[in-house]
Nanobody
Framework: QVQLVESGGGLVQAVDSLRLSCAAS????????MGWFRQAPGKQRVFVAE????????YYSDSVEGRFTISRDNAKNAVYLQMDSLKPEDTGVYYC????????????????????WGQGTQVTVSS
């Protein structure tokens, strides 16, 4: 497993931007598909975005498509989530997640697909 630590959360206003980072430890990071999830107050944790082990493929939820960008730097053992045009409904705790991927085309979207999780970072978007 990899250990994950998120950072970069904060309080911003609507239409602002924010960049989240997730630092990973462990030798298998480049073999992991990575994902971002978020949990709004009183709601279940939901999928936001994921990126393949090579970084060449990515997938987004409909609610963030076109506004958020996931990327990774395997040399730095890090994955990022650039969030633009933020909306109040983007508020929540954002979690970084990892899963070992045998193939680069593996594209996990479910919470149950991921085996390693960070502690989360709070993002609050005010209107």
């Amino acid at each position: 497993q990899v250990q994950l630590v998120e950072s970069g959360g904060g309080l911003v206003q609507a239409v602002d931007s924010l960049r989240l980072s997730c630092a990973a430890s462990g030798r298998t990071f480049s073999s992991c598909a990575m994902g971002w999830f978020r949990q709004a107050p009183g709601k279940q944790r939901v999928f936001v975005a994921e990126i393949s082990r090579s970084g060449t493929k990515s997938y987004y939820s409909d609610s963030v498509e076109g506004r958020f960008t996931i990327s990774r730097d395997n040399a730095k053992n890090a994955v990022y989530l650039q969030m633009d045009s933020l909306k109040p409904e983007d508020t929540g705790v954002y979690y970084c997640a990892a899963v070992y991927a045998v193939y680069d085309y593996y594209s996990p979207h479910s919470e149950n697909d991921f085996g390693s999780w960070g502690q989360g970072t709070q993002v609050t978007v005010s209107s």
